[in-house]
Every structure is written in C-alpha cells, then in structure tokens.
Nanobody, 116 residues
Framework: QVQLVESGGGLVQPGGSLRLSCTAS????????MGWHRQAPGKQREMVAV???????DYADSVKGRFTISRDVAKTAVYLQMNGLQPEDTAAYYC??????????WGQGTQVTVSS
C-alpha cells in the first residue's frame, strides 16, 4: 500500500513563501496524477494544484500566478512552491496521488499558517 509523506508547512508572514514536498513510499510504474488540496477550518477541501502524467498542470483561480506545482518522476514526488502567501491561504494542505489501480491516496496533511 503506497503512502504519501508531506513536509514543508509552517508559519509565514503575509507575502512570504513556502515549499511543500510530498514523496510516495513506493515507486509508481503506471500513469498517475499528483496534486495538492487544502482545507481551512469550517470549509470544504478544495483543489489547489494538480499535475498529470503528461506534466499538464491545473490551478485553482485563487492561486494562479502565485503557486507552482512540479514533480520528480524518479522520486515519485510532487512539490508546491507557494509565493505571495496571504492569510486566506491558511489551511491544512494535503497531497493526493491517483492511479487507476489505487484510486485516490491521501497524505496526512501539513499545516500552512499565514499570519503577521
């Protein structure tokens, strides 16, 4: 059973940057998508950014131009570079892996807090 391990969350001031990392515990030899979702207190989980097996990317409108998703195929890892962070970006960020074989697999989450 593949597991996802996230890191990189923390406390940052408005306008600051963070880089989230997520690595799968097993190598994946079938097509897969990876992405980041977030959930703020009292709100539904929402997609932030995804990257497909073809390296196509998609972003939530609220983060376009500020966040960049990338991946390392050799490490089965995905990253989220977050620049220009704002208080409304405060949330628990979850890594998600999807393959036809496994269906969706979620990480444990990493907290991002943007506050002065």
């Amino acid at each position: 059973q593949v597991q996802l391990v996230e890191s990189g969350g923390g406390l940052v001031q408005p306008g600051g940057s963070l880089r989230l990392s997520c690595t799968a515990s097993l190598s994946i030899d079938t097509p897969y998508n990876m992405g980041w979702h977030r959930q703020a207190p009292g709100k539904q989980r929402e997609m932030v950014a995804v990257i497909t097996d073809n390296d196509d990317t998609d972003y939530a409108d609220s983060v376009k131009g500020r966040f960049t998703i990338s991946r390392d195929v050799a490490k089965t890892a995905v990253y989220l570079q977050m620049n220009g962070l704002q208080p409304e970006d405060t949330a628990a960020y979850y890594c998600r892996l999807y393959t036809v074989q496994t269906g969706p697999v979620w990480g444990q989450g990493t907290q991002v807090t943007v506050s002065s």
